[in-house]
Nanobody, 115 residues
Framework: VQLVESGGGLVQPGGSLRLSCAAS????????MGWFRQAPGKERELVAT????????YYVDSLKGRFTISRDNAKSTVYLQMNSLKPDDTAVYYC?????????WGQGTQVTVSS
């Protein structure tokens, strides 16, 4: 199982970014996916999840309306669209899946929101 995130970078407050997570090594369309983030000095926290077919999503309350998780099973890729970004969104963003009862993580992509 391999998960590779991309799309992070430096963005001004109020800006947008779309993160991607390319998956391989398992049947992507059969597994739910999640995005997490870890800010400096803080624990890793859940951002959003999406079901295997994409029909069900979950967001932490504080991010509803600004972040959107989606997936393209033909491309084995999950996305996180982030709008109206705030400095508090600065973190390393990770995607995760649970395959055969084991959690797999990507290496993360840095998002920095700053003017």
């Amino acid at each position: 199982v391999q998960l590779v995130e991309s799309g992070g970078g430096l963005v001004q407050p109020g800006g947008s970014l779309r993160l991607s997570c390319a998956a391989s090594g398992f049947t992507f369309s059969r597994y739910g996916m999640g995005w997490f983030r870890q800010a400096p000095g803080k624990e890793r926290e859940l951002v959003a999840t999406i079901s295997s077919a994409g029909g069900s999503t979950y967001y932490v309350d504080s991010l509803k309306g600004r972040f959107t998780i989606s997936r393209d099973n033909a491309k084995s890729t999950v996305y996180l669209q982030m709008n109206s970004l705030k400095p508090d969104d600065t973190a390393v963003y990770y995607c995760r899946t649970v395959y055969l009862s084991r959690a797999y993580w990507g290496q993360g992509t840095q998002v920095t929101v700053s003017s």
